[in-house]
Each structure stands twice: as structure tokens, then as C-alpha cells.
């Protein structure tokens, strides 16, 4: 019964591998496999980046360049390299690409934890980066007037949100959202 209702609850974008969205609660319930690749994934993007790595990945290109006179600089030992980059290039693609994932997700996550504890903050801009590009061009567009008129104004230190934006108690993201529903 329980897997029947978990069933349900999957949608589209909830395929196995993808990331779930911040607001998910399939964020936390993931399979051992999706851990395990997690998991990998952090640990190898993490050696990736030291000193070691590098040092190996220069000693595997010095032996490759040594050994070249042996093979008379052939197009088999030139693919050898070729071949090598690209699979480690191609592999290393998705590892990264999942470490950024997760970090990404902790970090909209720490921000809406952020926007939400502030009294000052707007709740509307929980969940943001699910707007479309248009919309958000909106939203960046009232701050830029928000800085520009405490700029001029002189009320840099006062405190201010996206629920005010001086269009009749509209807000340029209620705005927005109000006409992606019509």
C-alpha cells in the first residue's frame, strides 16, 4: 500500500537519477543507488580537485609524451591520450554535474530557510528559481528600481520587499504569476 501511494506521488521530473525540486519532499527519500551515487559522486569531485589529482593527470601526461619517441609519435599513441581525455572528460561531466546539483538544492534550501525566519523578507521569494527566465527578468527588474530610488532618495538603510512594489499592492512577482495563470 505504501509503495502504491509513493507510486502517486512521483511525477515527471522525479525520473530516476534527476534531481528532485527544493520544495520535495523526494528530496529526502531517495533510493540506496541514488545515495550510493551521491555519495560517489561528492567523494571523486571532491579528489578531483587537489593537489594529488593534478599531479597524477601530469604524471599520466609525462609518461604519455616519454614513451612517444618509442612509438615513433604514431596515430595509435596519440590516440591512446585522445581516447583517455575523453573518457575521463566525458565521466568526470556527470559526476561534477551531480555534486553541483546537490549543492545548489542545500543552497536554495538554506535560502528559503533564510527568507523565511526574516520578518522583514517577502515568503513570496521562497521557491524562486522555479520561474521561468521572463519572469524573473521581472523580479530583477524591481530591484534594480528599488536601488536606484534609494539611491536617489537617500533611504539605503531602510528596509524594504518585493510585497511592496508601490503598483497598487501588487508585487512585480504576484504580477507575474497572476499573468501566467490567465
Known amino acids: ?27 529526502a527519500d531517495r533510493s540506496r543507488l541514488l545515495t550510493a551515487f ?10 578531483a580537485g587537489t ?22 609519435f604514431s596515430e595509435n599513441w596519440q590516440l591512446v591520450i585522445n581516447t583517455g581525455t575523453t573518457i575521463v572528460t566525458f565521466l568526470m561531466v556527470f559526476l561534477i554535474q551531480q555534486s553541483q546539483n546537490k549543492d545548489s538544492v542545500a543552497l536554495h534550501l538554506k535560502l528559503n530557510e533564510l527568507l523565511a525566519a526574516s520578518k522583514s523578507a517577502s515568503n513570496r521569494m521562497i521557491g524562486i528559481e522555479e ?11 524591481f530591484y534594480v528600481n528599488l536601488a536606484n530610488r534609494a539611491r536617489d532618495h537617500g533611504d539605503s538603510q531602510k528596509v524594504h520587499s518585493i510585497d511592496e512594489a508601490g503598483t497598487g499592492g ?9 499573468s501566467c495563470r490567465r
Open 1 to 27: 500500500m505504501k509503495k502504491q501511494e509513493n507510486l502517486t506521488k512521483t511525477k515527471d521530473s522525479d525520473a530516476l537519477g534527476s534531481m528532485p525540486e527544493t520544495a520535495s519532499a523526494a528530496y
Open 38 to 47: 551521491d555519495h560517489f559522486a561528492s567523494a571523486v569531485t571532491r579528489w
Open 51 to 72: 593537489p594529488v589529482a593534478f599531479c597524477f593527470a601530469l604524471a599520466c601526461v609525462l609518461v604519455w609524451a616519454a614513451t612517444g619517441p618509442m612509438f615513433s
Open 131 to 141: 520561474l521561468d527566465e521572463e519572469q524573473l527578468r521581472a523580479v530583477a527588474a
Open 170 to 178: 501588487t508585487s512585480p512577482l504576484a504580477a507575474e504569476r497572476l
